[in-house]
């Protein structure tokens, strides 16, 4: 009996042990804590850029979500008459077509901007949009990522 009970604690001390290699990585931290029946958790990360549970396991399903950030494949690039950016991005569950809007004089705080190009997976994160939540619009704290390893996979 007491050799059960010693292996018992042994498998329960194995498996602590595994959780806590798992969360000893910056992406098992955020990926643990990304909780999809709360969203005012992954609204206010700042991680979320770059959290794969985010990107895949439909965070950005959520309208709130979608209200907040405009992620996928980028469709169209268009040059306002005012000097306005206008790009379309599809997003990545959805055959939803997005549209996200930067300003002349706000261009310059996105350098990831002057790399993109049709089919870059993109991500503009804090952006207002109106209650249609297909347009969105540059705000100070908005942040444009391009990606360059493919976040929308649909096996994670």
């Known amino acids: 009996e007491l050799k059960d009970r010693r292996a018992t604690i042994d498998n329960v001390f194995s498996q602590k042990k595994e959780d806590l290699t798992k969360l000893a990585t910056s992406e098992g931290r955020y990926s643990e804590l990304a909780d999809p029946t709360s969203l005012g958790v992954c609204k206010f990360c700042s991680y979320r850029p770059i959290c794969s549970t985010y990107h895949n396991k439909h965070f950005v399903t959520e ?11 980028i469709t169209e690039i268009t040059p306002g008459s005012d000097g306005t950016k206008i790009i379309k991005i599809k997003h990545p569950h959805f055959d939803e077509v997005q549209t996200a809007i930067f300003t002349k004089r706000s261009l310059s705080r996105h ?22 939540r297909t347009a969105h619009r540059d705000q100070r704290n908005t942040v444009v ?3 360059t390893y493919g976040p929308f996979k649909s096996d994670i």
Request: glycine fraction near 6%.
């Open 145 to 147: 990522y391009k990606y």
């Open 63 to 73: 309208l709130e979500l979608r209200q907040l950030d405009c992620i996928g494949t």
């Open 111 to 132: 350098p990831a901007l002057d790399d993109i190009d049709l089919s870059d997976d993109i991500g503009v994160f804090n952006a207002w949009a109106a209650s249609h």
